[in-house]
């Protein structure tokens, strides 16, 4: 199986200010990541995802960097916004096999 | 856009009550999943479904059954709900195994008394 964690539980950040959102995983044969956004009150959302034959992919106003050596990947927030705090979970995983998610890092946005 | 429905969002039911938890998804998805969602734990996997009448326990089925006749709904069952069952339950589908991204339903807070 897969153990996921996330380096902190909650984050607290200025509005406008970088955030950065770290997750460690345990498999190395784990090939693909996903990071999900959990709004208050909704399911998870996909927001960004990479393949472990990269190191880093951005998207608007996110990166995600991946780091297989050390199966470390950290989710980056460029300017962030209120509405985006929220929950971050990382996913893990491989094609067909993506059922493990950490336990989150609360976000929350000080205007 | 892919839509995945859950039939309540509040949910509250003695214990040892029989629980029905219904999700439906419109995209005419293949699998579908059922986790539970608990402060410091994350999200669980239940049970998942990859074809109709077909089931596969996930990391915590134990206390739960599914049923699927259909392939846009997929049930949870808790035969005699516990309080330790109280919980956020969380339905997701995805089109096939060779596609990752699950589409979440908004979810059931479920509080069993």
């Known amino acids: 199986g897969e153990s996921v964690g996330l380096h902190l539980p909650t984050l607290s950040v200025q509005e406008g200010d970088n955030s950065i959102i770290n997750c460690a995983y345990s498999n190395s044969a784990s090939d693909y990541f996903i990071w999900y956004k959990q709004e208050s009150g909704k399911g998870p959302q996909f927001i960004i995802d990479?393949?472990?034959?990269?190191d880093k992919r951005q998207g608007q106003r996110v990166t995600v960097l991946l780091n297989k050596t050390v199966k470390h990947l950290s989710l980056q927030i460029a300017a962030t916004q209120p509405g985006d705090s929220a929950v971050y979970f990382c996913a893990p995983g491989n094609t067909g096999n993506q059922f493990y998610f950490g336990t989150g890092t609360s976000l929350t946005v000080i205007p | 856009d892919v839509k995945v429905t859950q039939s309540s969002r509040y949910l509250v039911k003695r214990t040892g009550e029989k629980v029905f938890l219904e999700c439906v998804q419109d995209?005419?998805?293949?699998?579908m999943f059922w986790y539970r969602q608990d402060p410091g734990l994350g999200l669980r996997l239940i049970y998942f479904s990859y074809d109709v009448k077909m089931k596969e326990k996930g990391d915590i089925p134990e206390g739960y059954s599914v049923s699927r006749e259909k392939k846009e709904r997929f049930s949870l069952i808790l035969e005699s709900a516990s309080t330790n069952q109280t919980s956020m339950y969380l339905c997701?589908?995805?089109?096939?195994?060779?596609?990752?991204?699950?589409?979440f339903g908004p979810g059931t807070r479920l509080t069993v008394l």
């Open positions: 997701a589908s995805i089109p096939g195994l060779s596609y990752n991204e699950q589409f």
């Open positions: 995209m005419d998805h293949e699998n």
């Open positions: 990479i393949r472990s034959n990269m």
